[in-house]
């Protein structure tokens, strides 16, 4: 805490509410004017915190480039408020030359964070460090009269911040509007302190891009040394990072679109481009435009070392984006390739440190999945909804590819095939689609089996009454003997054999004989299950069974007969589309 003390463990006293400290507190933070300086800023904020508990001035020092300075009390501070000001003055002409120089070399020993003083001149002595967004601007001295309760604490620290950002402003005000010919602007002291300000921006940037922290902590470093709002934007103007004061995005997309041209078009030679409130540079990579980086300054406050800054920053920030590109480009291909070999059985051993590179775990079991959603958008679609759905669900999935199909290798043991369909259609926005999900692989060398598993449920699931859904191999049942190609067109070659005249009787007469054959079968030759399930009489069953013995000439009291009846009219209900 820099504020006024570190809080003992003893009873608080009377309280003083925080609005008493800001009433107490002169507007410390208005725009600076020319009469203005840090001596009338540190005895305002003496007196603030003089006033809201048990402290006393003792003296105030401001800290720019050198050693902290003293900075004497004014005779009255802000418009008739003296400062305890007789006591700082008393104290001031009572202390001996001796003590005032013990006092300003402790001062010059700190760090630049509050500190008790009790080595000097007994207990109770504090500096409070006006700290402002990682910066020390001066210190305030103050003896501590009481033990200080924790709100009378809380407004002292109120007043610090305060203070501390008025000087920020002033400081900042002072360096914006330095005349030209003021001294240390020009001549060899000037152009010494822009290189070596230059050269540690330079080393702050380097640092940020080695640190891990990103695009994030380069603009912030670009923040802290221009103080304006900076932002980075990618090629189609949309919004990546911001760092400092404000809110939102780039605005509209007309105006993003604007900015990109702008800095496409208009950047022929150094030097930034201005658009409105912001000063942008293109980020470019042997001739790609990769975004812009830009800087809000909507009152034209920035200058040339501002601008160098900015467009420093874009050149730390070509390689941070370029590389996140490769890796969205490349990552599909590796992926893509990866599932390739492993369902096609052509993967070697160094497919688990493939898969280690992309976060994927080949050592645990796994199954494959199979998507489809045909002409409603493209595979690469489907395969970024797969992964977005898989981390809803949190599966581990490894997307890829297959023709027209999408490819994901699932791992674990519960896949939930009917949770990811929902999920993907969420994600797509619509459910016309359709899985076929394979058996579980123990190791990475089955896997081509549990493709062609996949395969069989897949095509399955898009001949069913209900082609939009998911289907497992393990749901098939007897039609786990049926595959893409020859057994499917066998399959159905079987069911026109034993159904064909039954199938074609129905469709031409809107009966049910059909179903009804079947539901006779799954009973068991019951009568009166199937009359039960059917909601019609006996007699009508009777009637029906003998009409399909008539149309197909199948004799049903035949137990091969009713064996190839039965398989027939499974495949049918899984296979026929709905009339």
Request: some cysteine; overall charge negative; glycine content about 10%.
């Amino acid at each position: 805490m820099d504020a006024a003390t570190s809080r003992p463990a003893v009873p608080a006293g009377p309280e003083t509410h925080t609005a008493d400290a800001r009433r107490a507190v002169p507007p410390l933070v208005a725009p600076p004017h020319d009469r203005c300086d840090e001596r009338d800023m540190l005895w305002a904020a003496m007196t603030a915190i003089a006033a809201v508990g048990p402290f006393a001035a003792e003296a105030a020092y401001a800290l720019d480039q050198g050693p902290p300075r003293r900075c004497p009390p004014p005779h009255a501070v802000g418009s008739g408020t003296s400062v305890r000001s007789g006591d700082a003055e008393q104290r001031a002409a009572a202390a001996t030359p001796a003590d005032a120089d013990r006092l300003d070399r402790s001062m010059a020993a700190l760090d630049g964070h509050s500190q008790h003083l009790d080595h000097l001149d007994g207990p109770g002595l504090r500096a409070i460090a006006l700290r402002h967004r990682g910066r020390c601007f001066g210190y305030l001295v103050v003896r501590i009269l009481a033990t200080p309760s924790d709100q009378e604490i809380a407004n002292a620290d109120l007043v610090a911040r305060q203070a501390a950002a008025a000087l920020a402003a002033l400081t900042l005000c002072r360096d914006r509007y330095r005349p030209p010919s003021s001294v240390g602007d020009t001549g060899l002291g000037g152009t010494v302190f822009r290189l070596a300000a230059a050269s540690a921006f330079h080393e702050a940037l380097a640092r940020a891009a080695a640190s891990g922290a990103g695009e994030e902590g380069i603009l912030r470093t670009l923040h802290e040394h221009t103080g304006f709002p900076a932002l980075s934007e990618d090629v189609f103007g949309n919004l990546r990072n911001r760092v400092g004061p404000g809110h939102g995005g780039p605005g509209s997309a007309l105006e993003a679109r604007r900015r990109v041209e702008l800095a496409q078009t208009e950047r022929r030679g150094p030097g930034a481009v201005r658009d409105r409130d912001r000063l942008l540079v293109p980020i470019r990579m042997a001739g790609d435009l990769l975004g812009l980086v830009s800087l809000v300054d909507p009152d034209l406050r920035s200058t040339e070392a501002d601008i160098a800054a900015l467009e420093q920053t874009a050149l730390v920030l070509a390689p941070e984006l370029a590389h996140e590109r490769r890796l969205a480009e490349l990552q599909p291909r590796l992926r893509h390739d990866l599932v390739e070999k492993l369902i096609s059985g052509t993967a070697t051993d160094d497919a688990f440190v493939q898969a280690a590179r992309l976060g994927h775990d080949l050592h645990r079991p796994h199954r494959v999945a199979l998507l489809q959603w045909p002409n409603t958008v493209e595979r690469a679609a489907v395969g970024d909804a797969v992964e977005r759905a898989a981390r809803r669900l949190r599966l581990d999935a490894l997307p890829g590819s297959r023709g027209a199909i999408t490819v994901v290798l699932l791992a674990g043991r519960d896949t939930g095939g009917e949770g990811l369909y929902q999920a993907v259609a969420d994600e797509l926005g619509t459910d016309r689609g359709a899985i076929g999900i394979g058996g579980l692989c123990e190791v990475s060398a089955d896997l081509p089996h549990s493709y062609e598993e996949a395969a069989r449920a897949l095509s399955v699931r898009l001949r069913s009454h209900e082609p939009h859904g998911s289907t497992s191999f393990a749901e098939l049942g007897l039609c786990r003997m049926m595959g893409a190609g020859d057994g499917e067109r066998e399959a159905d070659r079987f069911v026109s054999q034993w159904l064909g005249p039954l199938l074609e009787y129905d469709a031409h007469h809107h009966t049910e004989l059909t179903a009804t054959l079947s539901h006779y079968l799954e009973s068991g030759g019951s009568y009166d299950a199937t009359s039960e399930a059917l909601h019609i009489h006996r007699s009508t069953v009777r009637y029906r069974l003998q009409r399909i013995r008539d149309i197909t000439g199948h004799d049903l009291g035949n137990v091969d007969t009713r064996l190839n009846l039965h398989v027939a009219s499974r495949i049918h209900q899984v296979l026929a589309r709905p009339r």
